[in-house]
Nanobody, 123 residues
């Protein structure tokens, strides 16, 4: 019922900033809770941040204070602003959505996923 397409990934240096975007299309985007997950090589998919339709947010401890999730419901887009990037942030970042007003931190709770965008942090 919803399609998600991530963009904005790339190669940056440690300490740099980067903003990821997730463009959504389909049924009632504003009613979905949205989240970002990431997966590094050889590791399991990891929760990063989530946001409800009304703008309430929740972050993993590993990114708290460095990353900011936001959404523009008029543009049907969710963002992940990343700052103070470090090498351990290197991963494929996935956008996910669930038809609920509640935030979830496990991937199984999300029924809609984008294809991912690669973020690589050097040095």
């Amino acid at each position: 019922q919803v399609q998600l397409v991530e963009s904005g990934g790339g190669l940056v240096q440690a300490g740099d900033s980067l903003r990821l975007s997730c463009a959504a299309s389909g049924r009632t985007f504003s009613s979905y809770a949205m989240a970002w997950f990431r997966q590094a090589p050889g590791k399991e998919r990891e929760f990063v941040a989530a946001i409800t339709w009304s703008g309430h947010t929740f972050y993993a401890d590993s990114v708290k204070g460095r990353f900011t999730i936001s959404r523009d419901n008029a543009k049907h887009t969710v963002y992940l602003q990343m700052s103070s990037l470090k090498s351990e942030d290197t991963a494929v970042y996935f956008c996910a959505a669930r038809l609920s007003g509640e935030i979830a931190t496990i991937s199984e709770a999300y029924g809609y996923w984008g294809q991912g965008t690669q973020v690589t942090v050097s040095s």
